[in-house]
């Protein structure tokens, strides 16, 4: 490869979508990516339109996400797209996932990976056997101190994990948005789109991934109860679930869309035998530790005393606060380290490879359909992965 | 009654106790109410010295509860104590109250209520029987900010209730301090002291009788998970409970003593269909109010625009912080102030009935009694009030 | 002296004063002190109400605080008060003082010390020579924390000061409430009853005694700007001031009564060499210390690492918040105990004489007087002291 | 023009600098900015490797400033740069800034604006005389939440203004950095490059311009206090000053970068007769507002509630937070969507024109100089835009 930005074509994201944006800036905010293609939109003259607004060729701009993987596999190395960003609703993750890795493309894919678990199986094991990189846009864990939360349990700082608590309030569908026009409120609510989950899928997922992703545990079993408070509405818009890890550790996870007044106050408390962290995603570069014995601690967003994968993740001098695009950005960096590493020959660095990847995503699905069922179940605990089928 | 100030007489709280003090504090904080006379400690020599370090007479200072109700009601009226203050270990509440209110005394009663159902129901029956005042400290709902949020979901302010979120982490029983010298820990976690229940009773309680008296929503069915997490400590030192409320409202409920670093956390979230609630022990004179559609507000004690009750509940302006004690007092006062109105004749206020009493206390054993069962249970959903046996 | 409490006799602190119910729990909230005599207002049938609201006896409620202090020197020592509280507006400070020491009582008074320079340096004559004890309620030093401030920069922990920020924004007196019948902003914002200083004297005062407190430093020289917003009023109700202490240390403070929306914020920021710290009296519980090169810490009210001084003056377990009544408290309960000790012919500890005293008072009404010349002069700089007299 | 991406070159911001790297972020992350070419150290070949770790080709990697617009300019239309950054030391700001402004290409320019007054008002009259667009980055004006503040200023919803409180508190040069090999350090202390001001120029003129932005009010008078804390350093590292504003408002300003332990901790309050508005930059989504008469309310970046100017510098729905970042690039997206309106011959709105200007700097520069000279000056009070000269 020669010295130049990595190049990125899109799926999804036109005009009006939310998190189509949001890839572009965290893609290209680092300078290490260019968007060059994309198709946009399912519709071909909206999809046009979104290139052109984005300053793309007119040939660049695609009907299809199939069209567009054809055509640019055509181009030659020194133009073609490198990887694939899909920003699509669920139910359009499989297709353009399976698509790109079978012409050879690198694929970021937003979250949850896809529809079900079928699906997530079959993309893990293209992944495999292609040998391409693969990103899942759990951006949350791209944030300085969730890195430096999971260094500092990891280091053995809090001791044993003891309770995890993590949570995931929102209020923006505490009314039935999805019969108005809003968009994101529709297919969020919707089987055909969402899949068999609403708020588990859609920021539940979160939750969990945050939890693993800190603490190094997995789930082992869970009890919930999901319920939907929107009348009309088919999937699940509040849920708490009861969790056991596999170190013996007890879970709360809880992920609301009708809790009135609230933003995207994601917050995670892990306890230790020694100590306890806590993070909360709306005041980002503080990480709180809480000691046994001593004062709490503020932990802050590129200080010094940070762990190196902490430092990594942050842009600007502490005091500057860092934000979701920031984060999100972290995993785009990281992938495209990974990228370049691998083109080059040679092996990406630890810290290259701190991103969530296709297992995060098939370990995502699972815990949906795990808990969808957990839910619907007269059993009080129902293994992960269990889902009544 | 003459004008003159309300006689207490206390069992327990003898020099070393923690609680006593408090009791002590919030009794006389008002100058409504004076201690007159206690059996401080089952230990006679120690209930003397508690009682002259208290610069109370020696002969007001009796070597056991039942000496002093004995001896109290054969002095006139005109000196003898007006109630008994009962700030024990639980398995000493339920003989003093028992006593006392044989003996024509009314009653101020540390919480848990008693040790069983049975001692429970018997104490209600008491009360009713005799139509002697009782009150049981669940300090928490004497706090200013507590009232106002009470009353805000008594008016509709924030429609009606969908989810509610309780809490209280405390970190101090992390290690086993039992087997050291803390007297606090010992009886706290020792089945003979304490009952069935470690923490779910301790604190757990706490959080049960804060939520339903905020939404005045009562459980009626939940499910639970508690652990012991400190080897060779017999009661439950953490758990998580769902909770389904009788207007279909979702709950989390959760109480550790093992959330190293914390103090004394308790915070509720109360979702309703318009706006939610939450309020947080730590900065209790701050209630915030979180809106659909309009900023987030912050209630603060003492303000013009408090509700009648919380205004009530405060002492000084707006800005010099209230505490436990306060709120504690709060208890007291209006417990006074029933007693006084009832002395001369007079129908108590609204405002002077405003505390909790031995309904709120059976309800509290009951909540243990179900906590424990669903706890130990393999049925996912136990009916508030079962207990399987 | 025998076992029993100390006796206070109070003057002013009638129905509907603020300052008064404060004293009064303060004093006797640890059961060391009893009230028992008072000239609650200077409107004799008022005083008489007031005692028997408090319930007094009727003829230990006196109409004048002359009447009071002759009437309770001739009481025999089992029975007469011990020292006098005096809670009145600041042009009532002065004669009851004199009159009680000179009369043998012992004094507890609030802060400003008196109405000028010449009364003030009276009393400072008089507690001297008369060897009695006297305390004045600069009440914020009360609080744990503060305490844990001035100790963490007595040893050093911080380095040598730099900078100091002290503030003490409030914003009820934003409109003209003493036209109305608001007896507090009435007396206040009189130059009859509150003397040459507006909120420079009610609530500067605090400001200027905290910093030196806390940091051990004392003013040199200061600029100030003292202006008067609202309309018709005869006293400033907002200052700015820039301070620098003997060290070479910079400083700033501001004192406002018409900073809308405020409650009583003050807050002080002190900085080091090698860290600094943050307190504010609303969230009292909790010090902030900021450092160079290590997280930020929370020190938080009676946790096992505060020094020993924070310690004695807390009262509960840690994370059951302590307010305004017990930091208010705390002076009283040192001042008694150090009243019971030299009655006892013993030394007072260290931890007893931690009280603000007469030459607080002393330094304090300095400080109105050089601020109020400082602000009305041309020149820059003006020393402490300094009146242009 | 036709549809394309805006081009920019850039002065300075070679490997390693702090700044430069913000501004290409700020300037690209939406897309509507492509950094096409630069000078990016007056070594060239640090200049020659930086332009290629920035991807760009080697012929529009420049040894010098004057080389670039020299060559740029002779480049067509459709290929040359639209726009010079300039990210230097400020006493490399005047040379491009000229040079460019000449050369026809617009500006964006770091603050403080230039080395001195007679510089300034040379920029200005060049901007005033080419009507080339000139944007200056005083980049906290550039959060959502400032921007709502001005609006809630402007729309009278606190009253006439009467007290201004900003601050600026940094710890990072407690220290003598620049002694060592922190660059940062050594420029911002040396004046040379910095010009007559140290923190009063680096982060001082940040508070004035934020004050000035959000109030609308301008400084008449002030009396200022500054001083070098760190042995050696030729310049201010800490001051504090009183303002006077022209409706007769109050204010106080202080910044220090030797206040140990803080980050970036800039702050506003602004105190009208209605009401109180506060914003800290280190938790830049929450505006809160405080009142006479009603609950304290916060304003959050991107509800529903906002005004327009307030939601057009947000990009992602509320909750996610956004940062220093994206507040920096909002004076580029209002600069670019300015040029390109002019550019296609159309007005640009309202909108577009939020950005700080040439004017803001020679204000800026007035503020540097005044200041200086009132610290040394021995009068109290001094006229902006006195020097002593």
């Known amino acids: 490869m020669t010295n130049r930005k990595l190049r990125m074509g899109m799926v999804g994201g036109g005009i009006g979508a939310f998190i189509g944006g949001v890839h572009r800036i965290a893609a290209t905010i680092d300078g290490e990516i260019e968007l060059v293609c994309g198709a946009f939109s399912s519709n071909p003259e909206k999809s046009k339109k979104s290139g052109e607004a984005l300053y793309l060729p007119a040939d660049r701009v695609y009907g299809t996400y199939q069209e567009m993987i054809e055509r640019e596999r055509q181009l030659p190395e020194g133009e073609r797209m490198d990887f694939v960003s899909i920003v699509t609703p669920n139910h359009v993750h499989y297709g353009p996932a399976k698509a790109a890795l079978e012409a050879g493309f690198h694929v970021v894919c937003d979250k949850p990976l896809c529809f079900n678990m079928e699906e997530a199986l079959d993309l893990q094991r293209l992944v495999k056997e292609t040998g391409l990189t693969f990103a899942l846009t759990h951006n949350y864990t791209g944030y300085p101190m969730v890195k430096q939360a999971r260094d500092m349990v990891k280091n053995g700082e809090i001791g044993k994990v003891r309770k995890i608590i993590v949570e995931?309030?929102?209020?923006?569908?505490?009314?039935?948005?999805?019969?108005?026009?809003?968009?994101?409120?529709?297919?969020?609510?919707?089987?055909k789109q969402s899949g068999i989950a609403g708020g588990m899928g859609d920021i539940g997922t979160h939750a969990e991934n945050l939890a693993e992703f800190i603490t190094g545990l997995k789930i082992v079993e869970m009890c919930a109860d999901l319920h939907i408070f929107v009348e009309g509405r088919p999937l699940d818009d509040d849920g708490s679930v009861l969790l056991?890890?596999?170190?013996?550790?007890?879970?709360?996870?809880?992920a609301s869309q009708i809790a009135a007044g609230e933003e995207n106050a994601l917050r995670i408390r892990v306890y230790?035998?020694?100590?306890?962290?806590?993070?909360f995603q709306m005041e980002p570069n503080t990480l709180i530790a809480k000691w046994l014995d001593k004062p709490t601690q503020l932990y802050r967003t590129n200080l010094g005393y940070t762990t190196a994968a902490a430092k990594?993740?942050?842009?600007?001098?502490?005091?500057?606060?860092?934000?979701?695009?920031?984060?999100?950005?972290?995993?785009?960096?990281?992938?495209?380290?990974?990228?370049?590493?691998?083109?080059?020959?040679?092996?990406?660095?630890?810290?290259?490879?701190?991103?969530?990847?296709?297992?995060?995503?098939?370990?995502?699905?699972?815990?949906?359909?795990?808990?969808?069922?957990?839910?619907?179940?007269h059993e009080k605990w129902v293994k992960f992965g269990e889902t009544g089928a």
């Open 168 to 191: 995931y309030p929102q209020g923006w569908l505490a009314q039935r948005l999805e019969v108005g026009n809003n968009k994101q409120a529709a297919w969020r609510t919707d089987p």
């Open 244 to 254: 056991r890890y596999e170190n013996g550790a007890r879970g709360v996870l809880f």
């Open 272 to 279: 230790g035998e020694k100590g306890g962290l806590e993070w």
């Open 312 to 377: 990594a993740a942050a842009r600007i001098p502490a005091g500057h606060p860092e934000g979701y695009l920031e984060a999100f950005a972290n995993i785009y960096r990281n992938f495209a380290a990974t990228v370049r590493a691998r083109m080059n020959g040679q092996e990406p660095t630890e810290h290259n490879l701190d991103f969530p990847t296709v297992d995060d995503g098939v370990r995502g699905m699972q815990f949906i359909e795990t808990v969808v069922y957990a839910g619907s179940s």
